[in-house]
Nanobody
Framework: QVQLVESGGGLVQAGDSLRLSCAAS????????MGWFRQAPGKEREFVAS????????DYADSVKGRFTISRDNAKNTVYLQMNSLKPEDTAVYYC????????????WGQGTQVSVSS
């Protein structure tokens, strides 16, 4: 099994930057792709960004392209989400997730970390 723990959230002002971290433990070698999702109050969960373990191929939601950067350090079993030029609409609980090889859905989820951006 894999355990994911997010950290780095907080309250910031619009235009500020924040870096989220996701520490993985357990059978981390079973993870093929890591992703970040977010869920704002009263809204459904949405995809933010993802990265593969093998070649670090990345994917981003249009709403965060050019502002957010996902990266990983396989040696430390950690995935990061660098968030720049934050906007109030970025306010949400951010979740880290992992996919098994061959899986079309995310199999592992963290507990979430709150990001709040004030105007």
């Amino acid at each position: 099994q894999v355990q994911l723990v997010e950290s780095g959230g907080g309250l910031v002002q619009a235009g500020d930057s924040l870096r989220l971290s996701c520490a993985a433990s357990g059978r981390t070698f079973s993870i093929y792709r890591m992703g970040w999702f977010r869920q704002a109050p009263g809204k459904e969960r949405e995809f933010v960004a993802s990265i593969t373990r093998s070649d670090s191929t990345t994917d981003y939601a249009d709403s965060v392209k050019g502002r957010f950067t996902i990266s990983r350090d396989n040696a430390k079993n950690t995935v990061y989400l660098q968030m720049n030029s934050l906007k109030p609409e970025d306010t949400a609980v951010y979740y880290c997730a992992g996919r098994k090889p061959g899986s079309r859905e995310y199999d592992y989820w963290g507990q979430g970390t709150q990001v709040s951006v004030s105007s």
